[in-house]
Structures are given as structure tokens and as C-alpha cells.
């Protein structure tokens, strides 16, 4: 890729990869406030942002973190996929539910950390799930004994978990002291419960009313006691029952049309008891919790409401549905109140249908909001902070999770941070909203391969693989698109496979020659020597499984190990290696595959991704070389296992790094065989990790804030060249909303040094393509920094800037008057897959257009407004 020469770019669109529905979202709850005579809690600084968890429909779940750091209000890009928990295959996520392991350790304004939380699901069958957010895998599971699980949801106090099941009934299960286990069952009816909310918890009463007893704790659990939960039902009804007996205090109809049974599929409560519900005709209702008569309905949806969640405040309600709308409710005041002291009188507010919007192309399946809603009385409410907008997070069937600010339209008597950088209005009507890019594969890396050498591309899906064949232009500047299914464009398909998988399929590869192909879910992986069938006319593959992978992999981890699986896989430049990173133990295995093919080897287990867990709190950990004995630590030690979620070796073969979901970044001498440095923790996560062709010692890292760092292997040092990308890259760069999704080096850069003017050696070119979702950049590593990158508006206050570049030298006078010269950024394809070179000068761009993904799912909901067609 070097400057001034022409590149050819084979645009693929021909990769049927098809990214999974949006089925669940959640975001942790906070702890529940002290209730010793406080009248609200002030959070004066805003709240860090919690993770969120996004189920699919395939099973997976995607824990995704904030990119911002604690200084810092705006992250551009937002949440990105931390970690992948892959799903049983085959299966689905209707329900997610995150609950707080231990209240008692945090504080009132004080977001729980992943270590502190516990996240369970159910997706359409009679379990339970809950998982294990450091081993990426299920933890336990439980009955619920009533048939299918249609509802989820854990009280405000995350010490009681409630399902709601096919049969009719509504059971609580124990989740306290991280315990999962039954506790009661409620009254049964007869219909399905498919949607459950907690009311307001009741605070103990205060040392005055006790007898002038001091209350022990703030942080005691026994504060605050659950008095009862509503359901909504599949008999057009929502119920409302006492935790106490479990029996049915009161019944709300909702609206029938010719007799047939209306659906409430969502339902909420806010602070002072007051039930929302959205039902399968549309309509939101508002019912007062003493009377349970309905106060407001609105035919807000013009299909089923699917979903819905409440403002931080409580004076906001979203719903959204199979309409595609997301509709705003606001609580208003009005003009004067009934002075009245009848139960029905009205109150001095009332609810309103303020706005709608469509974000999204198909049915909505999940809403949810950061901060979260606590419903607790409004005494003890609490307040956040009025000049940073909430963000409204929405997910359906059009598999991506769309992020909107959703400041009231009463904030706006003071400046509103948008969190999301999206626009100067932070309105939930007049902001703009972003849709997060689907990716390809799990840790938000791809599922894409390149074969460099046999020019095939590999694609993973839940449960198979698919193989093309990139064939060679005779006019290699004239490769334009490939997105038509014949020979004559430039592909084929050489190979179909599906395999049988335990959870869907976490890690690919293929070597650079092809003949090897490996494959892995998290309980197994699978390696398969490939042979060409010349006898064919597209000349496929057939691929020959070694039966005894599995083995060799389990005989040197260690005993008791519950899976073969992988989290990264990856071969060597010259195919004779395999590396893999093991599922739930975090090692990494080199496996030779050239002495026998049939019977591959072990040469080494690295296990410096295992640290003890005081240890692990070392967020600034500086590389060293480490000793020859570089395995785990005794098992007699705690330890804090990470998953690795990206590997690179040089092209050389000499060194290998890893990066892991911690941020920890590792690099292994494979001439030696042994540990050779440890990185930094970097703020952010790593989403590029690639060696320099031109400089196989030069470790290069694309992070998920669009930041860059730039390593010497070898000298175990962060090069001075370099040190100008190391502070910082260009404000715009950094503002790219999608983030970094990986790194390619054109084999062009390699390659004897051409001499420069007046004979002297040219440097070797250290250009770097990195890629997101949306765009393409080149970057020249050893290059400063511009003020504004890629900034194409220009500047009146330019002149002095020219003026000065005319007095000085030209390669400098170059660079300031084209400051922007170097952090390149295309934008004509969207959404990338995949990026990398295959040839000197030849470029594939792996595309997946939502439009081609749509245009195979069935229609989305229309109804004509005016007229009957």
C-alpha cells in the first residue's frame, strides 16, 4: 500500500454471512437506596454507564462494555462487545434479567462491575439459565417446573427472582447469598403469564416508629420488603398478586375486538405504584394501583407493543412493538388540579403521547435505558444529574442495536451532554440516533478468513463454514465487484459445511495455503485437512477430519478440564503451525502440523493469560521479560481467568501476541518457545492486533476509543518514531463512531528498499490500512499527527500555515500544508466484514449490505393510512 500506486480492490458482496435477530436487552440494576429518613438521593456526578448484555436469537448473549473512560462523559462509539457468551446450539434468548451478587458490598450511587453481577435468560423452554460471565459459559441450570418460561424478572432488591410460566403460575426463586433455588409458587390461572413487574418495595419502618432502635446499616438488606408484583396475561387481563400469599388481589381487562383474547406482552410500575401496560392491539394503558382502574390509554402502536421501559426519572415511558414506532409517554402537569378528595379525582398531572420515531426497519423485540429505573416510593427517589441525557438503547429484527439520547423536553432550561456525540440536541425527538454495526463474529472480531496464498475466504456461521475461491484477474485494475452468482466474476464456491456443535461456533481458520482448516465451539475444536477434488469442474474441497484433535489438545490441559474448545484460533504464515487459545482455561497451544500431518504435536502450552487475582488489579502492569517457566500458577492459587480474544503472529513466525478481555496484551518468542513480554493494560479493549510485514518486530494495536499504539517485539519498547501515534491520533479519527475492527499490510511494502534522490536508501514504508464497519483509513505509522486528520472544510486562518510551508523544506513543507495527508478515510463500503490483502497491491473488501439481509426476511408490518391498499 504504498502512496501514489494504483490498487486493485475486489468488492465482495457474495459472503451470505447473516447476522442474528435482537431478541433481549438489559442493563444492571442499581442498589436499592438507604430509607434512613433520606427524602431522595443526588447522584452529583453522572453515573459511570453499566454493561450491556444483548441477546440474539441464536442463542448467543454479547456483554458490552463502555468505551469512555471515567473522565470523559461522550464516547462516540459507544458500547462494543467485550465478550461473547455463546449459546447452546440450537437455541434463543427471549428473556434477559442481570441481578446485583451482593447489594451489600456497593454503594448507593455505585454501578455494580461484571464481577458483581449475575445475568440469567430462558428462551422459550421449561430452564433456566444462568451463565457464567468469567468462563463465558452456563453455569447452572434450573426447572421451572410450571412449563415454559415466558417472563423473567428479579426484584428491586435482587434477592428474589420471579418466572413466569406456561402453566399459569408465577414462581419465585431465591437469589440470595448467589443461590439459585425455588421458593414459592403463586396462585395459578388459566392462561399464560408472559410479561411480570415488581411494584415498589416498602421501606422498614425508621427508628421512630420502632421504639428508637438504630437501624445497624444503610446497606442492610432486610430495609426494604416486596408487597406485590402484577403480571400481564394471555386472557386480555393483567393481574396484580400479594408476595405475601401468593394469591390474586385485583384484575384489569384490557380491550377485546370480536371476542378474541388480547395479549399483554409488556408491562412496568413506577415509583408510586401507577401499572403501564402494552398489550397485542396496540394500545398503552396507565391503571391506578388502588383502585386498578384504568387512568389513560392510548392507541399509540398500530400492532402488537412488544416492550417497554422507564425514564430514570419516572416521568417518561418508551414503547415499541411490531410497528417499528418507539413512542414516548410524558407525565405533564396540568393547568389546576380537581380539588377533590374522592379516589377518583384526577391528579395535577397526567400522562401524555409526546413523540414518535422509527428506528428501525423491522419489528422491535427489546427497549431498554441507562440509567435504570428504580421503583421505589417517591420519597426515596432518586435524582440524576439534569445536564447528561439518558441513552435509549432499542434491538429487533433487523439485528442491530440502535442507541438514542432521550433528554426530556423539560431539561432543556440548562446544556445537555449528549453521551453519544451524535448531535447537539439531546432530545429523545430531536436527537439523532446511531445503529450500532452488526459484526461477524464474536469479541466484535470477524468470522472472515483469508488463505492468502490459495486465495480463499472463509466465512464461520452459527453452526458451518463456507469456502470460496477468489479467482485471478487477467487485468488486475479492472476488479471492481463480484456480486453476481457467475464463474466469470472472479469466485467460487469450493465448500459447504455444516458441523455438529455444541453452542454455536466461537473461532475459524484457515491456512494460508488452505490445506488446513480449524474450527472450534467452546467444548470442542475441530482441525480438518483439506483435499482438492480436481476431478470437478469447480475443483471443491473435500475436507478430512483428524479424529484425535480433540484428544491431543485434552492431554495436555490440565485434568479435570471441561472443554477443547477455543476462543481464537490461527495458523502460521508458512501453515506449518496451529495456535490455540483454549476456551475456559486460557492457554495457548502451538501444535505442529508438520512432522505427521495424521498425528499432530504439541510443541508448548503458554499460560501467562492466567494471573491470581490480586495481581490481576494491576491495571498498570509494565512489560518484562518473564522466566523460562511460564505456565499457570499453582492450582492452589486463586486465579482470574480472561478470555484471549485475538492472536497475530509476525510474518516471520518469530513472534506471536495475544490480547484478552481484560486489555492485557502478551508476546511469545516462538523461535525460543518461550514468554517474552507482557504490554500495558490499555484502556480500552483491543480490537486490531497485527506485525508490520516491513517490520515483523513491529506489534501494531487498533483499540475500541479508535486509538492506536504502535510496538517493538523485540526491544520490548514503545518505538520513539512512533511515540506522536501513541499520544494521540486526530480528534476526527477518534470521533469515528464505529470503532476499529482490525489492521491490514500490503505485501507491496515488503521488499527491497528503493533507492531515494542522491542515491541514498529510502526508508521502508510503514503504512498501515485499518478498518471499522463504515470506513477504510490509511495511516502512515512514523508520521505526526495532524490538528484535524481527515478534515476536508477549509479554514480561512490556512494562509499563515502556506506562508510558513513555503520557507520550509519540501517534504516538510508538504506536511504542513496538507496536514490531513495522512489518516485517509473512505467511506464507499459499508458494512465491512472483513479487509486484508491478498496479493501485492490487491486488496478484498468483504461487504454484507442490511439491505441484502433484509431482502431475505419476511415483509415488515405496513398498514396503509389512507385507503385500503
Known sequence: MIEGTPLAVHRCRFVDYTPSAVTALCFPPLRLPSVKGKQSTTNRKPLKFGTLAVGRGNGNIEICEWTGTEQEIKAPQAWVVRKTLAGPYPSKVDSLAFAIKFPDSLGEDEVPTVSNLRLFSAGGSSELVEWDLQRACVRRTVSSQGGAIWAISPNPASSILALGCEDGSIRLLSIEADTLTHLRRFDRVKSRILSIAWGPPVPRETAEHTGGEDLDSDDDADDWSDSWLVAGCSDSCLRKWDVGNGRVLDRMATDKVRGERTLVWAVGVLGDGTIVSGDSMGIVKFWDPRTCTQLDSFQGHAADVLCLTISPEGTAVYTSGVDQKITQYSHVKTSRAEASSSLLARSPARWVQSTSRRMHSHDVRALAIWPPYSPVPPSHRRKFPIDVAPVLVSGGLDMSVVTTPAALPTSTVTRIINPLATSTPATFEDSYHRRLAYNSGPYNSTAIHLARDARLLLCMRDAGLSVWRILRKQNSLDVDEMDAPRQDVGWERVLDMDLNANTTLTASAISSDGRWVAVADWYETKLFYMEEEVSTANS??????????????????????????????????????????????????????????????????????????????????????????????????????????????????????????????????????????????????????????????????????????????????????????????????????????????????????????????????????????????????????????????????????????????????????????????VTHYRPVLFVDFVGRGELVVVERPLVDVLSRMPPAFFKPKYGRT
Open 540 to 825: 471443491d474441497l473435500k475436507p478430512r477430519r483428524i479424529r484425535d484433535f480433540a484428544a491431543i489438545l485434552l492431554a495436555q490441559l490440565p485434568p479435570r478440564t471441561e472443554s477443547t474448545g477455543a476462543s481464537s484460533l490461527l495458523f502460521s504464515p508458512d501453515s506449518s503451525r496451529l495456535f490455540v487459545a483454549s476456551a475456559m482455561s486460557s492457554f495457548i497451544l502451538v501444535v505442529d502440523l508438520d512432522s505427521d500431518p495424521r498425528h499432530p504435536r504439541i510443541l508448548r502450552r503458554f499460560g501467562h493469560h492466567q494471573a491470581e487475582a490480586a495481581a490481576d488489579a494491576d491495571a498498570d502492569a509494565r512489560a518484562s521479560a518473564s522466566s523460562d517457566d511460564d505456565t499457570a500458577p499453582p492450582p492452589t492459587h486463586r486465579l482470574a481467568l480472561a478470555t484471549i480474544t485475538r492472536m497475530a503472529v509476525s510474518p516471520d513466525g518469530r513472534w506471536l501476541a495475544s490480547s484478552d478481555e481484560r486489555g492485557r496484551t502478551h508476546v511469545a518468542n516462538l523461535a525460543a518457545l518461550q514468554h517474552h513480554a507482557q504490554l500495558p493494560s490499555f484502556p480500552a479493549a483491543v480490537h486490531a492486533l497485527a506485525f508490520d510485514p516491513a517490520a515483523p518486530t513491529v506489534l501494531v494495536l487498533g483499540l475500541a476509543n479508535n486509538s492506536i499504539q504502535v510496538y517493538d517485539a523485540e526491544l520490548r519498547t514503545f518505538p520513539r518514531w512512533a511515540r506522536g501515534l501513541n499520544r494521540g491520533v486526530p480528534e476526527r479519527f477518534a470521533h469515528l463512531h464505529d470503532p476499529i475492527l482490525g489492521v491490514a499490510f500490503d505485501p507491496a511494502s515488503v521488499g527491497p528498499s528503493e533507492p531515494a534522490e542522491g542515491g541514498a536508501p529510502r526508508a521502508p514504508q510503514r503504512n498501515a490500512l485499518f478498518w471499522g464497519a463504515t470506513w477504510l483509513c490509511r495511516v502512515k505509522l512514523d508520521a505526526e499527527t495532524g490538528w484535524g486528520g481527515f478534515e476536508q472544510k477549509r479554514r480561512r486562518d490556512a494562509a499563515p500555515g502556506r506562508r510558513q510551508a513555503a520557507h520550509a523544506p519540501a517534504g516538510e513543507g508538504d506536511q504542513l500544508a496538507h496536514p490531513q495527508s495522512n489518516f485517509r478515510v
